[in-house]
């Protein structure tokens, strides 16, 4: 856990940051002998992270480049537990049952969807994690838990402040907010 | 007041931001009669908003790129009460008696220096507005007035996020942070 | 402007702070000769700073206790262009025309009714600032102007730490964050 | 990792939110086998977290009351691997060799003392993590990094809003900021 950004491979894709990813896993309170999927899984930062956990994860992701960098990464960090389902969520979850947590980093616009078919695959007790950077997903995301009752969720943002060394100074540079919402299944 | 950032000349010269500019001369409290000036004055958008205001403003700045953007800005926001002095603080200082109100948004590592040739200058009820963007410069600050019991301050931290308009989607985009600390001078 | 909370009367009604009414006012950009409605006025903080630059200012406010407060605080301040409107918004709307500025605080749950009925009394070039605290205020404004393409809006958000005093320290307190909305009618 | 707030035995004694705990102990890399020094252990909660994986932690406190929750909640969360030093630290120190973690909550004004009590003790490639939230005992940390260089830093800002539910709404509450600086032995 905890694995610096600059360890990963990138190329152009989005990375979801250090202290962000240490964050969502924690939330999502990944254990030994889980199933975990990781939606819009991108440079697959938090896949590889959680798979060092759990005992299998999913990660979906639509972008070819994206899944290039998954098994870049896996490769790299010695991994082998992830398989990529190369679709554009929900689809691909089809055959994917009894799922502990699902990580959702980025829905392309059919959050509501997903949240449907995780729902009907979530195990009691599990836990759906939402990472959202727009304002849209975020209202999305409470709507739903607000309309679905066998949902407790709680949601915070957190905003990173990182201090560049430049030369005798230390200085404020900003990374950009997020919220995260972590939801657990009661039912 | 409250010029929006894109009608200033910029150049590679960095200007402070809408928001910090409009809270740190609403702190300034600068008001019709006052002479203020503007430490580290860099494209003269503090200078010109206060200039709107007070009757002298006295722009100091060090860059010789800076002080033309000074100049153009000046000319194009129509402001013709800044006096720029092209030196490095606290040089250039010498000449100014009775001040109201200083600015500081750049030291340039002479802040003790710079300090004690305004508290020199500075009319009894006048003000000293600081935005700090490193550890160190806040830290001289504070310490600068718990030392200086002439002076009564406040410091805040200031954090703003922009949401960006893309596609329907409004997505944060940090600012970096800033420090603002005010002090009054009741000697 | 500017002027400490300490300042005003408060009672046990929620008061926006000094940066945000600071930074409110800026954006609004109230001018001498204007027209102001202040919705959900509370302790009439920013209608008593508005009035002290616009010609006349109508504060909307439900509440008996905060109505009180308006009319002490105008008192306090002496300022005598506030008209006190003692209704629900959009109730006590119809008799205004030609607004400049509407100022929304608070909008007890009425937002889309109140800003169409702003909508039908803004002058061309008039703007509109929304303060929200929560996410679905937020959202609903977000979601008018998307709607309106009479209006260009900006919206930030504003997260403020005051740094107190306790001994040779100086320890962040946080206020809780605010996101600011400004349109503008463009029709 | 990742108890709840509200698990914990709290009384009158601050405690370091779950968020914040989540941050600090992954940025401290505690490993089984380690050997953990937690100063300032105020409610013991890092404490708990770090020996859930730790093999031996010693939690460093002067307050009385503070005491009795460290013991109480060791016993509620099932720990044994704590050992509590009543002292103020950098006393109490002297008998602990080889240290893997540092981890520092409160420093009570004598943190370059401990700083350099442990740096004697602190294995190589060991790492101290400590937490400030006054500008003073974060430039006072800096201060010591930059002027050691066998040690390697990063320090963040971390802001958490939570968003209270309340009836349809959410709402941003504000927790404190703090400064995280986290430094590797590279002796």
Chains 1, 2, 3, 4 share one sequence.
Do not use: W
């Not at 950004?5 to 309170?29: C, H, S, W, Y």
């Not at 599990?126 to 995301?141: A, D, K, P």
């Amino acid at each position: 856990m905890a694995i610096p950004d600059e360890e990963f491979i990138r190329g152009n894709v989005p990375m979801t940051k250090q202290e962000i990813r240490i964050l969502t896993l924690a939330k999502a309170q990944v254990k030994p002998g889980d199933v975990v999927i990781d939606i819009g899984a991108g440079t697959g930062s938090l896949s590889i992270e959680a798979a060092m956990i759990a005992r299998q994860v999913f990660a979906v992701e639509r972008n070819n480049e994206a899944i290039e960098l998954i098994e870049q990464n896996a490769e790299k960090f010695g991994v082998d537990n992830i398989i990529i389902i190369n679709a554009e969520a929900p689809n691909g979850l089809e055959g994917i049952s009894k799922i502990d947590t699902a990580i959702i980093g980025g829905s392309g616009g059919n959050l509501t969807k997903i949240l449907d078919t995780i729902d009907r695959r979530l195990k009691s007790g599990g836990r759906i994690v939402i990472n959202c950077i727009t304002i849209q997903t975020l209202s999305e995301t409470l709507e739903y838990f607000k309309n679905h009752d066998n949902y407790k969720y709680e949601a915070i943002q957190v905003q990173i402040n990182r201090l560049n060394q430049v030369g005798q100074y230390d200085m404020a540079k900003a990374l950009n907010p997020i919220y995260i919402i972590t939801a657990i299944n009661e039912r």
